[in-house]
């Protein structure tokens, strides 16, 4: 499945949503506008979130999903949190 882009190709710099547009009437939006702090997650971290909150938050249930120990769930969504942190607050 093709990634929606996040960062300019050329500059790395974020990216900002710039028009959406409605396909069935034509309607346009404009603006700029930031994009989700989800989607700048990579595609791994974005289906392990949606995957935690299926769980309704249960690192128990989210292991036994994975197959994986509860240790390793917890060290996994951890990270996860680390990369939604503001670059100034990580450390």
């Known amino acids: 499945?093709?990634?929606?882009?996040?960062?300019?190709?050329?500059?790395e710099q974020q990216l900002q949503v710039k028009r959406l547009t409605c396909d069935r009437c034509g309607t346009e939006v404009e603006g700029i506008y930031p994009l989700p702090q989800?989607?700048?997650?990579?595609a791994e971290d974005q289906a392990f979130i949606c995957e935690f909150v299926k769980t309704s938050g249960s690192l128990k249930e989210m292991a036994a999903l994975l197959k994986v120990s509860y240790p390793t769930v917890r060290n996994r969504l951890d990270e996860v949190i680390a990369r939604l942190q503001?670059?100034?607050?990580?450390?």
Not at 1 to 11: A, D, E, I, N
Not at 86 to 91: K, L, M, R
């Open 38 to 42: 989800l989607a700048a997650l990579s």
């Open 1 to 11: 499945m093709k990634r929606f882009p996040v960062t300019c190709p050329s500059c």
């Open 86 to 91: 503001p670059p100034s607050a990580q450390p």
